[in-house]
Nanobody, 127 residues
């Protein structure tokens, strides 16, 4: 069975850094697009960052570009989200997800393409 388990979320002050990890099992992620999404209270789930297989093209939401970096370790079937200079608006439940096969940078923003999801890890940023 395919499973995704996120970790690394915690309560931090504005300006801090966190690294989230998404450990996967039941599939090899080397040929899959991986994405991070987040959902704040009263908001819909939104795209944060994505990374394609092979060339590892990346895409980011405008609100996190320059502060967050997505990366992958195919040998360990794990994807990461490095988050720097965190802001209160980054507070959300962060989800890891898999879209089977390659996608374009544009299409990887579409949450409808993702077929496997983790349970989420909570990030809370205080001002």
């Amino acid at each position: 069975q395919v499973q995704l388990v996120e970790s690394g979320g915690e309560w931090v002050q504005a300006g801090a850094s966190l690294r989230l990890a998404c450990a996967t099992s039941g599939l090899s992620i080397s040929r899959e697009t991986m994405g991070w999404f987040r959902q704040a209270p009263g908001k819909e789930r939104r795209f944060v960052a994505g990374i394609s297989p092979l060339r590892e093209a990346t895409g980011y939401s405008d609100s996190v570009k320059g502060r967050f970096t997505i990366s992958r370790d195919n040998a360990r079937n794990t994807v990461y989200l490095q988050m720097n200079n965190l802001e209160p608006d980054d507070t959300a439940l962060y989800f890891c997800a898999v879209a089977r096969g390659p996608t374009t940078v544009q299409s990887m923003r579409d949450k409808r393409l993702y077929v496997f999801w983790g349970q989420g890890t909570q990030v809370t940023v205080s001002s």
